[in-house]
């Protein structure tokens, strides 16, 4: 057991370890493969982990064949939604080309148009796209024509998206795989946070054929942040850290002047905060390499107060990485996730819109409860 | 050392410790529990196989524990961890067998994705594979253990698992999972066969488990060549009905009843499309499991062994 | 039975409504029916002789809609020639519906 909030369980320790260093995998013992395997599995890491041990050619070659018939499985896993989560970009490129308003890829799918190595055993649940607010309906009426329908139907439930999300209910195909989740911007535009959707727009690139855009560099890392540290309750969630740390290191590897626009932008959009959150946990974690005189900027300029940073380090350590693989999750790391959760929404939300959101969400459970039905969760 | 040839109390000594890991041969499975009754249990239809060091890589770890709290008095339930998730309900702690063998099914199913996995009984016989897909009513089941009965070697009751590099079929072997009138024809067809408990009422009405031998566990990594494949369908009105199934047919049925032929996409294709192209596929009617078992017998006799494929045109 | 692998065709062809396999198609020969492998979907489909006979003229090479009227129409029995124009376009639109195949536009390229 952790003794305390900063340290992490074994488990997950040599699960980071091995991701940040590839070659650490010779000194593992077979109980520590296992452990390694099922954590990278529960992480949703485990194509990750193949792919970045498959670049050892010689040595992925040696590992023991219960070993590499796992990691090779996290692989064809990957390249599946890899595959759909494509074919499903192609469709919904020839569906809304009418319209000829920027369809902008975000997350998974853009690092999978930029070709980006990171993308390589991503294992992508669902395609993020953002177009102009003003088109949204335009694009709906579309996708709809092509048989995409929205999937929560509950009108408390339309509302909560319509009126307070960024994002509409997610939206199914048949023939499709994957989810598609549609929004106009990157985080809810009744939040606290309130970043400047135009400039996404205007600093978004076109990608591949041109059919689609994805953020300029610095936006896409600061997107990755804030959708981690604003709109999620972070359990389970290593893997976006995982993907923040691969952006930072391909964009700045590409140009010399990403860390000062990643400066620029996080203060553009007011995203310093959850930047900050990221790269630290990155640095500890993944050994991220920040420049000295970034680092100097972005951490003493963006650090939060220390009666946040503090909290929300310790509960983040806790409830980031996968549970251990032998235990159910402790009461701590419930308790933590749960104190996430309500932090999430009330960055998501005002404080009225909240209590109603949480009266309208206590009424359904109590009816469900009654009925003996079980509910999603919005 | 073969799980027979420890007491009760010391497989449940394990269970309760580091678990007992087993090698069903296409994956190792470790099981862990404190639910004191489930050691005999496995002990019993798990008796043949040997029990694998504590420290190997395991491809699926379970764990069945006893619910907490109130639920340990009042209509005491069980639940199966999987890696930290709970994948099911809690259930009623006199199924813990049942709870088990499903739990460990479902993350198999799910995680197997180096070797295609049709739902498909599977036997053999001189080395040809009869894969025997699963289809609501088919009697698959029955089918299937029952040629394991008379002279077939089982390699899995439940999962077809077909090696992507050469569509072989490797034996993926459990103890075998029979339902409701299953359970007594196959009592009645080898009463020999050690069934184990009956558990009524599950989800899936009443399910009992079938043991394996020591000849079939000690053949766990010996593969299978594709050669037959038959659709069965029992039908107590029929007394014996035999198609031929054209192949682009069969590719079909088979992948649309596969657990991950859409995960697999060209691999998928190729070693299912390898598999049905040596092999004389059946569509089988039938109300009689003996007659059924000699046209079987047939089939494979009458396989050619001297099939093989040209290699792609480039 | 035999398998066959579609190369990608690159020559530019002539105007007129003109098609071409996709790259990557996978073909199984299963003597009366083929099932083909759709490298964009991942969708594997069972193909009847005429729908066979199209796509592996397409595999190798774009052609026009008349070609494969004149294909169609040789491979049909007399009392069915007549509609091998109909035959044609509902064998050529069934496989494009399915994205085994493109239609290719003036420059050669796919125009869908």
Known sequence: MASSLHELPPHAHNLLRVLAEPEAVTSLSSPEWDMLLRSARSARLLGVLHARLATKAQAFELLPAPIRRQLVAGQLEARYRRHKAVFLCESVARVLAPLGMPLVLLKGASYIAQGLSLADGRMPADVDLMVPRQSLDDAERLLAGAGWQLEKTDPYDQHYYRAWSHELPPMQCAGQALE????????????????????????????????????CPADQVLHAAAHLFQDSDCVGRLRDLVDIDGLVREFSAKDPAFWDSLYRRACLHQLGRPLWYSLTLCCRWLDTPVPEEAASKIFTDFRPPALSRWPLLGLASQTLPPVDPDSEPSATRRFFATLLEFRALWLRMPPWTLTYHAFRKGQRSLVAWWKGTRIPST | MRVAEITDAGVRERLAAKGLTIDCGAAVVRIQSDVPELAAMLRLLYGAFQIEPDDVV????????????????????????????????????????????WGVNFALAKRLHCYLLLHSGVVEMGGRAVVIPAMPGSGKSTLTVALSQRGFRLLSDEFGVVRLSDSRLLPLLRPAALKNESIDVISRFAPDAILGPRFPKTRKGTVAHLALDASTVDERHTPAQPAVVVFPRYDPTVEFELDSVPKARAFGRLAVNSFNYEVLGPDAFDALGRLVALSDCYELRYSDLDRAIDAITLFVRRADSATTLEEPAS | MHWRNSSAGTTIVPVGATFSAIPGVRILDFDSEVVVFNPRSWDAHILNSAAEMVLGLLTHSPRTQHDIEVALFDALAEEERASASAHAERVLNDLRSVGLIVELGQDGLASR
């Open chain 1, 180 to 215: 598609l989740d549609l929004h106009h911007t990157i985080l809810p535009p009744i939040g606290r946070l309130k970043p400047k959707t135009q400039a996404l727009f205007d600093a978004s690139t076109p990608v591949g054929d041109g059919k689609f855009r994805v953020l």
């Open chain 2, 58 to 101: 395991t491809d699926a770890s379970v764990m069945l524990r006893l619910a907490r709290g109130s639920r340990r008095v009042f209509r005491p339930q069980i639940e199966l961890w999987l890696d930290g998730n709970r994948p099911f309900e809690r259930y009623p702690r006199d199924t813990p067998l049942p709870l088990v063998e």
